[in-house]
Structures are given as C-alpha cells and as structure tokens.
Nanobody, 123 residues
Framework: QVQLVESGGGLVQAGGSLRLSCAAS????????MAWFRQAPKKERDFVAA????????FYQDSVKGRFTIDRETAKNIVYLQMDSLKPEDTAVYYC????????????????WGQGTQVTVSS
C-alpha cells in the first residue's frame, strides 16, 4: 500500500508564505497523478492543484493561480505545494492525494490520501 504523509502547515499572517510537503512511501512509488485538496470547517473538500507525475500536465483551482505552485522532487518521492500571498480564505486542512490511473479535480479520481495538515492564515 502507498502511504502519504503531509507536513509544513502552520499559522501565518495574511500575505505570507508556507511550503507544504507530501512524502510518499516506497522506492517504486509511481502514480499517474498527484493532487492537493483542502477542507475548511463544515465545508466540502475542494480541489486545489494537481499534476501528472510525468510533468506533462498541471491543473489549478482559479482562486490559487499565480499564488500556489505544485511541484515534485522525483528522486525522493516528495510533492510540494508552495503557497505565496496567503489569504484568510486559504485557511483549511490541506490533503495530499495520489491517483494510480487518472487525472482530475474530483476526489473520486484519487486512490490514496494523507492525514492532512492545518493551514491557518490570520488577517
């Protein structure tokens, strides 16, 4: 089984930056796509960003374009979400996800999930 572990969340002032990490288990880890989702209290889990592992395609939620960047460090099986110009509305638990065969912005595309990491942006 694939295991995903997020880290890097915390409290930051509006306008600041955070870098989230998602570490995947296994030296043979090779998903088709990886993604980040977020879920605010009492709200649905929403898509943030995704990319194919080969690097050929990327997809961002409109509200984070130009502020967030998804990237990977292939040799270490780590996926990053660099978050700049953070806003209070970015406050949520952020989840890393991996898909074996598909690419998209729906939760049902993804087969593996991390435990989440809290991001809180103060005004």
């Amino acid at each position: 089984q694939v295991q995903l572990v997020e880290s890097g969340g915390g409290l930051v002032q509006a306008g600041g930056s955070l870098r989230l990490s998602c570490a995947a288990s296994g030296r043979t880890f090779s998903p088709y796509a990886m993604a980040w989702f977020r879920q605010a209290p009492k709200k649905e889990r929403d898509f943030v960003a995704a990319f194919t592992w080969s690097g050929g395609r990327q997809f961002y939620q409109d509200s984070v374009k130009g502020r967030f960047t998804i990237d990977r460090e292939t040799a270490k099986n780590i996926v990053y979400l660099q978050m700049d110009s953070l806003k209070p509305e970015d406050t949520a638990v952020y989840y890393c996800a991996a898909s074996r065969y598909s690419f998209g912005n729906s939760t049902n595309v993804y087969d593996y999930w991390g435990q989440g990491t809290q991001v809180t942006v103060s005004s």
